[in-house]
């Protein structure tokens, strides 16, 4: 069973850049579908970045394609977004989740390892 971590969370003002970092202890991260979820207040949980095990394949949600770049290291067990012109509407807390099979990369019940998130907060 992996555990993973959120940290890179913060403010910044809108156009602004974040790095996300998601570390995995208990296990490395290999062989681990990997993705980025996030929530805003008041919304459901919603798909923004996908990565494959191998890191060959990646997959983003409309919404933040061309701005958000998914990315993984195995042999640091991380895995990072990195999120560029950021806009208000990205203000969310942002969920790494894992898992060993999915099918469908932007549906959160494909993933069954979540960590406890981290907040962005996006200023006008």
């Known amino acids: 069973q992996v555990q993973v971590v959120e940290s890179g969370g913060g403010l910044v003002q809108a156009g602004g850049s974040l790095r996300l970092s998601c570390a995995a202890s208990?296990?490395?991260?290999?062989?681990?579908?990997m993705a980025w979820f996030r929530q805003a207040p008041g919304k459901e949980r919603e798909f923004a970045a996908f990565?494959?095990?191998?890191?060959?394949?990646?997959y983003y949600a409309d919404s933040v394609k061309g701005r958000f770049t998914i990315s993984r290291d195995n042999a640091k067990s991380t895995v990072y977004l990195q999120m560029k012109s950021l806009k208000p509407e990205d203000t969310a807390v942002y969920y790494c989740?894992?898992?060993?099979?999915?099918?469908?990369?932007?549906?959160?019940?494909?993933?069954?390892?979540w960590g406890q998130g981290t907040q962005v907060t996006v200023s006008s």
């Open positions: 989740a894992a898992s060993t099979r999915v099918v469908r990369p932007n549906t959160p019940t494909e993933y069954d390892y």
């Open positions: 208990g296990r490395t991260l290999r062989g681990y579908f």
């Open positions: 990565i494959s095990w191998s890191g060959g394949s990646t």
